[in-house]
Every structure is written in C-alpha cells, then in structure tokens.
C-alpha cells in the first residue's frame, strides 16, 4: 500500500525567506503526486499536481514542486514567502489506477515577520 | 454550482445521537469522496463514488457510519450512535476526471459532547 510521509510537522519561516516542504512517499507502481494548502478554518485548495512530463511542476502563489522519481519525493519549494502563505500543507498521493488520494499527516508553514 | 457545497458548516451533537452530514458535488462531476481530518491531523480516507459503481467503503472506521449517493448527485453521511472520538472535520470532494484532479469542499465540523 502506497503511503506518504511530510517530514517536518511545522516550519516556522522569516518573511521573504525561501522556504521548501518534503514529501516523500512509498509506491511499487506509479503515482499521480498533489500538493494543497489549506488556510484556517477553509477547505482544501489545489496548490498544484504532478502527472506526467515536466517533474518541475508550477503552481499557484508562486510554488513549484519537483518529482524525483529515484528518491520518491515531491517537495514543495517557495523562493520567498509572504505572511499570507500562512496555511497548513498538505501533500497527497494517488496510484495510476486507484482512485482514492492518500494524504500525508500535513506540515503547518507559520511565517514571522 | 460553482464549487462543492457542504452542510452543515458546524454542527454540535450530544454523544448517542445520530447525524446527518450532507454533499453537493459540483454539477457533472461523477466521482465524490469523504475524508475525515481530526484536530492537528491528516486527512483520512472514508468512502469513495463513482457514477453507479458500487462505493469504495474501505476507509469507514466503524458499521456506525455509512454513506450514500443516488446517481451524480448529492451524497449524505450518516454517523449514528455518535461518540466523542467522532469529532472533526468531515471534508467532501468531487471530481470529474477519474482522479486527476479534486474540488474540496470548505467541510462540516463536527463536535460530539
């Protein structure tokens, strides 16, 4: 069974630092990978998704995830946060065929200013 | 509708007692999802649709909790007999497009006393 592990529970951040999420997962077969953010008291919302092509994937308010196939990660990388980045992340994985998402525990990003 | 609806957004229920939680996916989505998120924690599978396939009940926790879903419309999970380690945030999410992409909805809180 596929899982997905978020290394860090919480990383505090300066404003304007670069800040990067792991994600790493365990899959025999291949994979569909997601980031979203969920801000307080909202539902989840889609920051971006890797499903084939390009591994650097772009997304919304400036993230980037990149998938590495050989170390089974999907990190999310901002080169600088604002306050607003604020939210709980969460990575997610789905297994080409499944359908059901399979969600790491989340990493909550606090950034100070 | 414009995006996934649920209701209600909080609801306070008494231990034992028995509550309905309901979705409305977004109009010609054929898949549609529950997922559990306890305070501080990931998101847990529950239950899965799709079109007029039997569901995927393989993430609900206990025979107190079940689901249904008539066609593509709206899904309704019920919890009876509620216990404390109920509470939390029940999410629902639609998708069109066999799992390539997911809409949340913003959740039901739910808090059993």
């Known amino acids: 069974a596929q899982s997905v592990t978020q290394l860090d529970s919480q990383v505090p951040v300066f404003e304007e630092a670069p800040v990067e999420l792991r994600c790493n997962y365990s899959?025999?077969?291949?994979?569909?990978l997601f980031w979203y953010v969920q801000y307080p008291n909202q539902g989840l919302q889609l920051l971006l998704k890797y499903l084939s092509g390009s591994t650097l994937v772009k997304g919304i308010n400036g993230f980037e995830a990149e998938f590495n196939k050989s170390q089974t990660s999907f990190h999310l990388r901002k080169p600088s946060v604002h306050i607003s980045d604020t939210a709980e992340y969460f990575c997610?994985?789905?297994?080409?065929?499944?359908?059901?998402?399979?969600f790491g525990q989340g990493t909550r990003l606090t950034i100070n200013p | 509708g414009a995006g996934v609806s649920q209701s209600p957004s909080n609801k306070v229920t008494e231990k034992g007692k028995d509550v309905e939680l309901r979705c409305d996916p977004i109009?010609?989505?054929?898949?549609l999802y529950w997922y559990r998120q306890r305070l501080g924690q990931g998101l847990e599978f529950l239950i899965y649709f799709q079109g007029n396939s039997a569901p995927d009940k393989s993430g609900l926790p206990s025979d107190r909790f079940s689901a249904e879903r008539t066609g593509e419309s709206v899904s309704t999970l019920t919890i009876q007999r509620t216990q404390q380690e109920d509470s939390a945030v029940y999410l629902c999410?639609?998708?069109?497009?066999?799992?390539?992409?997911?809409?949340f909805g913003s959740g039901t809180r739910l808090t059993v006393v």
């Open positions: 899959s025999s077969v291949s994979v569909y």
């Open positions: 109009s010609g989505h054929t898949a």
């Open positions: 997610a994985v789905r297994l080409q065929g499944a359908q059901k998402l399979v």
């Open positions: 999410a639609s998708s069109s497009d066999r799992g390539k992409g997911y809409t």
